[in-house]
């Protein structure tokens, strides 16, 4: 019953504030400071492509727990994409109680936001919508790696990038997740104070500059991973499916051919 009266008149049976808005702003920004981290981590892992080939390999087994399991088990990524996926649908449910329910909510948000001229407010209309655009463009990149993690490495990746064309959704997912994460990031240090320190207003000035700097290094860094997956899966074409052998196992078989 009280959980009923508190739905309707948004007060607890006590005539006290609900706590729920509060407690789902909490979910939401635990969840998005999970997502953002992993995501850059997740980056530096990806662009492992640009050292090698052989250490984009060793990444790969790595998480695949080839140190526990011979030969590493894809299952394990399975898992983890899952755990991420469930983050993923649970913060995108959180942001969207806060999206314009209508086309006149829409529009006096839209004019609140010119005529205060606030940078910090527009700034959530571009969070708003790399949200929109990441919850279908994410999904579809979680689904596969979910049912597809034994297909992860330098040839079965940027197979998947060049001939099964998925370039083009990339380059539209890193550039909704690289602008949505930093600013996302940048919101909840301002939110929750993190880092206010005894000027909260030259605190939040050196945020920024920070947020424009890791939104163009991750930028960079993410079109040039895009780049060398599209040119690796471009001369691996007519080979496409083939599973990439690394150097030191061919060594290994070449000696072994030399002493039969």
């Known amino acids: 019953m009280s959980d009923l009266i508190e739905g309707y008149i948004g007060t607890t049976v006590e005539r006290k504030k609900s706590r729920v808005p509060a407690k789902l702003d909490y979910i939401q920004s635990a969840t998005g400071l999970i997502l953002g981290l992993f995501m850059w981590g997740h980056m530096f892992m990806v662009a492992s492509i640009l050292v090698s080939k052989d250490f984009m390999y060793a990444v790969t087994k790595f998480f695949e727990a080839s140190f526990i399991f011979d030969g590493g088990n894809p299952l394990l990524v399975s898992i983890l994409a899952l755990v991420i996926f469930i983050i993923f649908i649970t913060h ?10 209508n086309f006149k909510q829409y529009q006096v948000m839209k004019a609140h936001a010119n005529n205060m001229g606030h940078e910090d407010t527009k700034l959530w209309f571009t969070q708003a919508f790399t949200g929109f655009a990441m919850f279908f463009l994410g999904s579809i990149h979680l689904y596969i790696i979910m049912t597809n993690s034994d297909a992860i ?27 949505h ?21 030259a605190s939040r000035a050196r945020l920024k500059k920070i947020k424009k700097i890791l939104t163009v290094f991750f930028l960079v860094l993410g079109f040039a991973t895009l780049a060398a997956y599209m040119k690796i899966g471009m001369e691996h074409a007519d080979r496409a499916g083939e599973r990439y052998n690394p150097t030191l196992a061919q060594v290994e078989s070449t000696i072994m051919e030399g002493i039969k």
């Open 181 to 201: 994460g930093t600013i996302g990031l940048y919101r909840l240090c301002v939110k929750w104070g993190w880092f206010d320190g005894n000027d909260p207003k």
């Open 92 to 101: 995108a449910a959180m942001g969207m109680r806060k999206l314009p329910g």
């Open 153 to 179: 490495g330098p040839y079965a990746s940027a197979d998947r990038v060049w001939s099964e064309w998925m370039w083009p959704l990339y380059i539209l997912l890193l550039l909704a997740v690289e602008l």
